[in-house]
């Protein structure tokens, strides 16, 4: 359905930073209505929200783990929103994926449920 441009990911050290983005590339399609929200989905482990923000920057989630080390940002004028990854640990690892939905949660969790449109991900790589 939906096309997604996602980019960013990577191999980094721990401690290192990434920037991911995620730009709608269908036709017609723009991320201004739609919350926007990143997903990461270790091995082994369920697809769990991290991070969300609504039409405005000022709404926004992080999951608890990078609450303080992650930052996400939006600019609607080219449908792209980022997600700035910092003080990045092993733990990090795994495939990002970035999603729409109608509204970003008030409390976690953030779950697969919220979606309603699917990106492609990014792999994101922490290790020395």
């Known amino acids: 359905q939906v096309q997604f441009v996602v980019s960013g990911g990577g191999l980094v050290q721990p401690g290192g930073s990434l920037t991911l983005s995620c730009s709608a590339s269908?036709?017609?399609?723009?991320?201004?209505?739609?919350?926007i929200g990143w997903f990461r989905q270790a091995p082994g482990k369920e697809r769990e929200g991290i991070s969300c923000i609504s039409r405005i920057d000022g709404d926004t989630y992080y999951e608890g783990s990078v609450k303080g080390r992650f930052a996400i940002s939006r600019d609607n004028a080219n449908n792209t929103v980022y997600l700035h990854l910092n003080k990045l640990r092993p733990d990090d690892t795994g495939l990002y994926i970035c999603?729409?939905?109608?509204?970003?949660?008030?409390?976690?969790?953030?779950?697969?449920?919220?979606?309603?449109?699917w990106g492609q991900g990014t792999q994101v790589t922490v290790s020395s």
């Open positions: 269908a036709p017609g399609f723009g991320f201004y209505p739609r919350a």
């Open positions: 999603a729409t939905g109608g509204g970003c949660p008030a409390m976690p969790p953030m779950t697969r449920a919220w979606a309603d449109y």
